[in-house]
């Protein structure tokens, strides 16, 4: 609602916006007041002629939108006003066709089903760029299954492990980011319609089968009855967004983390204008990384809202409701920006291997402790092996040598090891364990996933 | 943490707090410990004497406590201690075997892996609560589908709806909750095995079967990788306890709503010293609605708290870890707590249908304008009878008279339709629409459902 | 960011969403640029001719707007096209003074201290509104002293109360509030000012002299030190906003209880188009009561969210601050709305005084229960006035009847008590404590902190 | 309420932990009945004999808890059941004294107000440990004014700073947190004491006199009224918290980045037992930011809650109340850990001071390009410096050369500068602004607000 277009492209996606920009908003509410003419007229409940000529003024461009805003305001919501307007305009047209505008319906019916219609085409952008992220990070597991990278656990060396399996650990996440998005879907694009007070009552003994027509106009499912004040679809919805926003901030958090001048292992595609200083020549921001951060920042307490606004008084919300109204599109513009940014740096994430390569030396050989330890175990019984291991270790950190060296020379391991034999012992290659089987798995089970319907 | 067990019964639920007890989180651990050892001795990995040795120590009451906070706080986590004490205690039965104890393992693995262990159990609690939540709305939504009841919107009366209307709408969330927990399951129970940077390295070629056996003897899914810093299953957990509590806050507020001394049609069960007062004997305090409301007003929190903790550092997560062991539990324990008050005071829900039948009649008869003016349309024409019966209204409501009556004064209405006829058009048993209808539709896909795998 | 203008006046305010559009946000950190140009030509740091031609393109309609939101998405903020536009335009006028726009500045620099030059119009606005709720809180707490009303817990009817009272309760919270904001400005109407790491290194010794100026050029305070990853002021903001939300939806909740068909004691003020239905001629619904609560259910994920970005990296934010961008304006746009929805709704208050008193007899006397018993003690004894009050409710409930006639049909009561005093003692005018006392306890306070510098 | 002694000391405190367990609150309610019997006896109202009859059982080990929790349960809160408890105590001893066991009192009163006694002690013990952490950043600031280190904006280096600088932003906002919390006392502590309805009409005219006296008792502060359901003291209250874990989770993110094993500029203090591991000798777990951060995620949806918490009905709260007995404590609780933890910590810092030298050559004086052209502007005029730099630091960048020697095999550069005027020019204790001029601001300002009363 504070709006800036200015900031828009940063920090929420452009195309998404215009989805629920005012105009959009209410072209589907008048969608669904052309469908419900039409289901109503197929079934006889108005007059065929009252639909054509319903249909015919339902386009936003025919609004006349003058003082729309605050009659939004006395009347509390955008519905009221909108079939005002539309009905004078109809009834310019045809006055008796006028009587039947909205015919049945309810405020909310407009305005959850035209939300629905929305969110739909917001969803479907979404999951595009989902799918588009998730490629890209399958490309980049693919490729970089042996790229040595130091793993790091509370941002201290650990182990090695590879780039591949970071990114097959981001991978693996957003694939069931999209199984979660596929299970939502029918339970989410439903038809709102029950009248006044969710009876259809207006409509007699046919308001199950203008329901029934009125969904098929908008291929909406049917669901078993209103739900004007049951919205754990809605929730449900934006928990789902709350939990992409959440791995892409896990990615960008991890992605800036690499691109600190001290690691300078991984950086956000470079291209003029971005993320430079020509104060401070040496900088590569990761600009990105930051608005992705701030969608994680943001989203939480976004979804946190939607919860809390499902507490809504019997036939109708007061005030959880109107509070949907804002933050559902809010949290669908920042998710869908979050996700065009990360799915862009992905596809076009520089590496330096190198780096990556040089900073496993960092440690000097303590980053191999365990694996040496393991390796020696075999050698010299597994206790001997321990109680050497840390000897050396504690020797080499305050001599500040490699811990190879320290090991090169004791007798001990000189007597069972040549250079070559101590070499590979250091080599983190040889200490990956099954990191390269579990990016193949992501993989396939993506794949398997792909071809289930 | 607050640890308040006297209000335990009150804002949670004892049962399930048991499960998260520290008794119930070590003994999680030791079951994971325990497990592994199995798997790895069946495989060959570490010595079948060890196993035993192993298991026979993984006995919460079989642990030295003392000390063990201040050490976990020095530590950083339970599992460091917990491995510790558990190897001394293994070392005094087999100083072999004690080498063997956590054997590749990382201590998330164990913190990770027991959690979910308690979370299966937990959640076991709480669909089977969802249950009966869920049979008992579906009783009372057989039982009252003609039970006329005022439908409010706004807070203001609407249109007559029946109770059974009502409680359907509440069991349709309920069920779609049902529906998205049996979906979770396959996601949520799954290992957490990946070794201190998630590649199993200490496991050599042989992790990925250990990892298998290890699920195996858990009764877990075995994930496609380590998910040490991929957070999407446990705020998804979140997240469907915060849509549970959303709708049980939803019922919550109704009923309190429906409880005020000015509507009284319905009440929580009465029994010995609950809500009520000596000094002011009208009272039928809402007690469970306030503590249904609590929940709902927490857990948004809570979940808010899982997704922002979701922003998890490379292969091991500073912070956002740490603040699942305590939100998660504190989440489950208050949306059980929650559930198991609402299924009590549905299943002894005291209703009153003459002070529901009475509460219609309050406006007047101003509450069925709606249906009056459909049903003269067709004897007066339409555009006659709004006009007609819109300045009913203004007089009735100027001169505190029933709609009816000022109806019947009117000589075009007198001489269309004698007192029955009239009678019949305010009763609003004949203006319900589809409503028992859709109670059908929704206890039919739950029967169906019911029968589904 | 989901710009909707048509819900703006709904929702937010119109007037505090002007001063964060683009053009304020741009004009505010040209402000900052034109001061800094102007304090740094008084200290002979840049020439004054620079300051004066930087000084005539700081308008935001001098500015060449296109591509600009693109730009900003490539630099990470709005500050960096800004410039370098800025720049641009004062080159072609003067291609020396072109060298000295944002001299030793850094973008947090301009965007910070443009933002709390929009927070300090903003503020001063929400304040007015503040003053002008509290006025009229006052004005009704002062004309219903004695206006009798239910006191209601947890929804029940407890004992009789004023209106004035539970006005006055309102007026004490939002006094407390006011006095909060005016204990804020010191610490929030600051400069940020530090250059890019904080030091103010480019002014070399001069940077503390230039701050203090530029501060006064712009009349802010100059703070200790630069402040870019210190949130806590804007966080403190965004929490006095929760605080106000808050207490503005407890009045927003009370006057939608009031306004139920089966109470209505309070109505908001009524005009054409407002809240009325024609098919429901009898609703008077909260139009505002929902706006009001929609605001206090995204207010607290929003200062969530404001605290949630504290946690900022080193001498620069990375995505906590990009947060505050959007959350900051939006939740200051909601507060004033419903600052300025409640004020008009407190000023144009609707109350049915016979209603209230007529609700005060709905359980026939019990409300007065406790009111008896203390007044019988004294003619009874207490123990005995205790059990033969608590005796006659059980009756009067069982019976149907009035708590007075049970009472008077006791020969105890009858020989100590005739008629006249019966009535008096179900008065519930001599049931009212010190509340009078209370209402002026806070009238006078609040007159008290108005003299107050 | 997840109760875990096992990781309080790690993610809580244990002694703000014991203020709020079970018996803390009992005996903060009982101490409110036996301070209302003295206020009462005190002015009349109530025997004195019933006063101290009342007072000697006023010990919680005093109290038969068997069945409390139940019993709570049913009544909605912790009062009830205690009263009770107390009434049939105070009964053994003394018949007539029982029936002035919490006269003219309501539940809440002796709950909000044990509660607030609670919060007094609690926020004793955090405004401490404040004090403490305050006074280690003050002696870090000053002791490392002119320390070296790396400016870092967007996690890149930038210009640089001190690492008195640093510690010094970190405490200037500490201060302001002192700051708040004594501004918040007077309004915070104070009495809750309104009867019923908040009228105190069981006392008749004598309740705003019992009520004085009863504050003066407590030696707490005497409302204007009583604010059973305006909750913005409480509720400021977690927003300050909520601040003061922003800050203490901002310089946890610094601390722990800064211990990064790339760039190890700054260790927690080293014990036994403490964020090492065996097989990875090189570690140093930031155990205490991981903990903190752990606060830091955790307080934001906390203090939401209690914002959302504020919205409460009319004379007493439906669940919003009941939602503040278990988080208000928990905030307390994770707050002052996380105080405790960072302040242990920042007594106990590691600084490797070379190290923090040795990161600002790690861009060969690439971050001393913007100090060096404005050196250079001086010689050269600004412009062709401005050129020369620029080219120099793409050839530095290209070449993977330092920028000294890059300028220095400049023949514009060699004629006007010899090697130890270059020299001067890359040296970063040059270029610090007035870094150490705001670090005595600091300093200046707690020392003036120190003297204040």
């Known amino acids: 609602m504070a709006a800036s277009s200015l900031l828009l492209p940063l920090l929420g996606c452009t195309d998404v916006a215009v989805i629920f920009a005012d105009d959009g908003t209410l072209q589907a509410m008048l969608d669904f007041e052309a469908a419900l003419a039409a289901a109503e007229a197929g079934l006889g409940v108005i007059p065929p002629t009252a639909a054509a000529a319903i249909a015919a003024e339902c386009r936003v461009d025919r ?182 926003t959440g791995t892409l901030g896990k990615i960008a958090r991890d992605l800036s983390l690499l691109m600190q001048t001290e690691i300078g292992e991984a950086f956000e595609p470079a291209s003029a204008g971005r993320g430079g200083s020509s104060t401070m020549p040496h900088k590569r921001n990761p600009v990105t990384a930051a608005a992705v951060l701030a969608a994680a920042t943001r989203a939480p307490g976004l979804v946190a809202t939607l919860m809390a606004a499902m507490v809504q008084e019997h036939e109708r919300g007061l005030g959880g409701w109107h509070a949907e109204w804002i933050v559902l599109p809010e949290l669908m513009i920042l998710t869908a920006g979050a996700l065009t940014q990360t799915a862009d740096v992905i596809a076009g994430l520089e590496l330096d291997e190198a780096r990556m390569r040089a900073n496993l030396e960092l440690t000097r050989g303590l980053i191999m402790a365990e694996a040496v330890t393991m390796a020696l175990g075999a050698a010299l019984g597994r206790l001997e092996a321990h109680h050497l291991v840390e000897a050396a270790c504690r020797r080499a950190i305050a001599e500040h040598r490699h811990l190879r060296d320290v090991l090169a020379d004791l007798p001990e391991i000189a007597a069972r090891l040549d250079a070559a034999a101590l070499d590979r012992l250091f080599d983190p290659t040889f200490y990956l364990g099954v990191a390269e089987v579990m990016i193949d798995r992501v993989l396939a089970a993506r794949q398997l996933a792909a071809r289930q319907p």
Do not use: C, Y
Not at 123 to 129: M, P
Not at 164 to 193: S, T, Y
């Open 63 to 244: 609004l006349d939108l003058a003082g729309f805003a605050d009659d939004a305001a006395r009347a509390g919501n955008l519905a009221i006003p909108l079939v005002k307007r539309l009905t004078a305009r109809v009834a310019e047209q045809d006055r008796e066709a006028a009587r039947f505008v909205h015919w049945g319906a309810t405020s909310q019916d407009a305005i959850d089903t035209g939300l629905v219609l929305q969110l739909r085409s917001a969803l479907d952008a979404i999951e595009g760029e989902l799918t588009r992220l998730a490629d890209a990070l399958a490309a980049l597991a693919t490729a970089h299954k042996r790229t040595m990278l130091v793993g790091r656990t509370w941002l201290q060396h650990a182990l090695p492990i590879t780039f591949g399996l970071k990114a097959a650990g981001w991978l693996d996440a957003v694939e069931r980011h999209r199984q979660r998005l596929r299970a939502l879907r029918p339970r989410l694009f439903v038809l709102q319609f029950g009248g006044a007070a969710g009876t259809l009552a207006a409509l007699g003994e046919r308001g199950l089968a203008v329901a029934a027509s009125l969904a098929g106009e908008l291929e909406l499912g049917l669901p078993d009855l209103a739900w004007h004040t049951e919205r754990d679809r809605f929730a449900e919805l934006g928990a789902m967004l709350g939990l992409i």
